[in-house]
């Protein structure tokens, strides 16, 4: 049997232009993206005479889409092209790229055109921070929209009767496999203990897929007279808005946390499971997810990648993970330990009044990505 094929379709108000699109996730595989393509389909009737037009854009959006500061919206388009599908400019045959804009012209008739763009190596992919439960309109985010909409000229105003609005997403895909481990360890040294107390922490690889338990070595030799216990394990989606603010966001994704201890004199060696998924962080407020579209579920966001000589201020919001180890020594001492790149830091004494308090960090970097496509 066949695999099934979803079209999705969409029609204008007053019947005078449709969209019919195969798929409304478009790939960003590191050194290529998947182009847009779909079809428009007409009714000369409605038209009137009009031109028919279909714009790709890619809008960052800070904020609700009412909100206005002295005239200035925060909104900005980061790419925009509009291209006239009817009349057509060339004969439609040169125009078809794919095979299923064929099947599609095929089917429906002599008033289908086809479209097809390009995406810039320069955009960002689709990424959106999760509103709460109260709240209302488009709050930050990265949006991608095919608008298929009839008029006189392409600069004159949009008339939402005559107009069409598809929502699209542009999804990063795992990039080669890489045979860096990210490792990183780090010893500190307390006040009144002539030996250290030595922490290493690891992961079996750099790159994980949605969905994919998140494995965390742990390896912690006490020679020290503190005793540790409490530990726990996280994983932290650090979240950057580097267009129009610097705001950074930090919500942990996956806790585990542990009675285990290491008492002065002993080691422990012992490995950790984490599930960073979505469905245990549905309805919280500011998790970055893969975009959204209406009726559909999404992912957390995959880890930004961004290519070379591209500014970062354009990707409009940065999504990294790091793993955080935390644990507790006894005598009013806090250690914790995160991961996020390569890099090893010796602890050091800080005194405050009567107690001793030390707080350290160590990183090492890791990904979250999608599964690359079979």
Do not use: W
């Amino acid at each position: 049997m066949s695999p099934k094929h979803v079209v999705f379709k969409k029609i204008s108000r007053d019947k005078s232009v449709a969209v019919y699109m195969a798929k409304r996730d478009f790939v960003d595989h590191c050194d290529f993206v998947d182009p847009v393509d779909g079809v428009i389909v007409i009714d000369p009737a409605q038209l009137k005479g009009k031109k028919v037009y279909v714009m790709l854009s890619c809008t960052f959006r800070y904020g609700r889409q009412d909100m206005d500061v002295m005239g200035v919206a925060f909104r900005r388009d980061l790419f925009l092209v509009t291209r006239q599908v009817y009349p057509e400019l060339q004969d439609k045959e040169k125009l078809t790229h794919t095979k299923i804009q064929k099947k599609l012209l095929k089917k429906l008739g002599d008033n289908a055109f086809p479209f097809f763009f390009e995406f810039p190596d320069n955009l960002p992919c689709s990424v959106a921070l999760q509103p709460g439960p109260s709240d209302v309109g488009k709050k930050c985010a990265v949006e991608f929209e095919v608008k298929a909409f009839c008029a006189e000229h392409q600069d004159e105003k949009i008339d939402k009767q005559s107009s069409v609005r598809l929502s699209i997403r542009k999804i990063q895909f795992s990039p080669e496999n890489s045979k860096v481990v990210p490792v990183t360890e780090t010893t500190f040294e307390f006040l009144m203990s002539e030996k250290p107390l030595h922490i290493k922490l690891s992961l079996p690889k750099e790159t994980f897929y949605h969905g994919e338990p998140v494995k965390v070595n742990v390896e912690i030799t006490n020679s020290s007279s503190r005793n540790v216990k409490d530990i726990s394990m996280s994983v932290e989606q650090v979240t950057n808005v580097v267009l129009y603010s610097n705001d950074k966001y930090v919500k942990s994704v996956a806790k585990e946390d542990t009675t285990d201890s290491v008492p002065s004199g002993t080691s422990l060696k012992k490995d950790y499971t984490l599930y960073p998924l979505l469905a245990y962080n549905k309805d919280r407020r500011g998790i970055a997810l893969d975009g959204r579209l209406k009726h559909e579920d999404t992912n957390l966001a995959s880890s930004t990648i961004v290519k070379d000589e591209v500014l970062k201020e354009v990707q409009g919001m940065l999504v990294s993970y790091k793993v955080v180890l935390r644990m507790i020594a006894s005598g009013s001492v806090s250690v914790m330990v995160c991961c996020v790149s390569l890099s090893s830091v010796r602890g050091q004494r800080s005194t405050s009044r009567n107690l001793i308090q030390l707080c350290r960090s160590l990183q090492t970097s890791f990904m979250l990505v999608h599964s690359k496509i079979t």
